[in-house]
């Protein structure tokens, strides 16, 4: 009996690839989703399951994305000036997270527009366009640039109507703001990320400063300096974006247990240019001894 169960075994063939349906997947993927992508972005293991990090990784793009989409219900519908809409530019795309789940769930489905990711490192910009094209994904270029060689090429559209910036290092969420406000974006969805130029200006002055005034007690020790860094930069963002036309709402992207990079600022152009808010950028500069970034980081305001 043995080796005939044996025997049976032995013909009953290859196990059959695993192909989920609706019933099998985790509730977090959302119906007519692609879950080929999942799997690809290593969000979905072969199995089509959840690990607890994935989770939480796809947690953050959703919650991002619920903003995204909201904000590209309000655009008007396409226009003879307008006819390929929505565009979106994808600042330090990364592995492109963001653009792919925007794409799948809103862009895919409404026919039209386009996701331009912009991303330096070349290997990132490969995986992208091979998996895009796997994907079927037509309307998703990718870049191999810097945000700020991005904003003077000639092959991007001269308009677009949204920047978003996920954790862009450094000066890259200026330049890309610098870009949104080059393109006349409509939107700009920014969590920006290891704020360290204005820091380090901080850093500088603050002997003359520690001299001159108590309030430089908010940046003596290390810790503080680059914290107080982070927090002036976002503000100065804001303002100069208020200054520049934009509404401006600022909010947690997730809970803090997720990610310590948390800040959410959103934009949205309005025509109402607060000449307060530039007035308040350049004495806040002018009051932590900054005021050389007015030029390097605040253009339109420098004149």
């Known amino acids: 009996m043995k080796l005939k169960r044996k025997a049976k075994a032995a013909g009953a063939g290859p196990t059959p690839p695993f192909r989920p349906n609706e019933e099998t997947l985790p509730p977090e993927v959302r119906p007519g989703q ?10 979905l293991t072969r199995d089509a399951k959840l690990n607890q990090d994935s989770r939480r990784k796809l947690k953050q793009v959703y919650h991002l ?21 929505p565009l979106v530019a994808d600042h330090g795309a990364g592995k492109s997270y963001l653009g792919f789940i925007t794409y799948d769930l809103h862009l895919k ?10 991303e ?28 700020a060689e991005s ?9 677009f109507d949204m920047v978003t910036a996920l ?12 870009f949104g406000l080059q393109k006349s974006a409509r939107f700009m969805v920014l969590v920006p990320c290891c704020q360290a130029e204005l820091a380090a200006g901080l850093r500088q002055n603050k002997a003359l400063q520690l001299a001159r005034t108590p309030l430089a007690e908010l940046w003596r020790h290390p810790l503080h300096t680059r914290e107080l860094g982070s927090q002036l930069t976002n503000v100065l963002r804001c ?23 948390n800040e959410l600022i959103l934009a949205r152009f309005t025509g109402h240019r607060k000449h ?22 605040y253009p339109a305001l420098a004149g």
């Open 109 to 118: 489905a409404l026919g039209r527009g386009t996701i331009y990711g912009i």
């Open 34 to 43: 692609s879950v080929e992508l999942l799997k690809q972005l290593h969000i």
């Open 151 to 159: 904003t003077g090429l000639e092959a991007l559209p001269a308009r």
């Open 239 to 261: 303002l100069y974006l208020e200054s520049q036309g934009y509404s401006v709402t600022v909010t947690e992207l997730v809970g803090w247990e997720h990610s310590m990079k």
């Open 65 to 85: 994305f619920q903003f995204i989409e909201g904000l590209l219900q309000e655009l008007p519908p396409p226009s003879a000036d307008h006819p390929a809409g």
């Open 276 to 297: 307060s808010a530039g007035q308040r950028l350049k004495a806040l500069l002018q009051e932590f001894a900054l005021e050389p970034l007015l030029a390097t980081r």
């Open 120 to 147: 330096t490192r070349s290997e990132l910009v490969e995986s992208s366009r091979a998996l895009a094209q796997r994907l079927g994904f037509e309307r998703m270029k990718f870049l191999n640039l810097s945000v």
């Open 167 to 178: 954790h862009a290092c450094d000066t890259a969420t200026d330049d890309a703001i610098h």
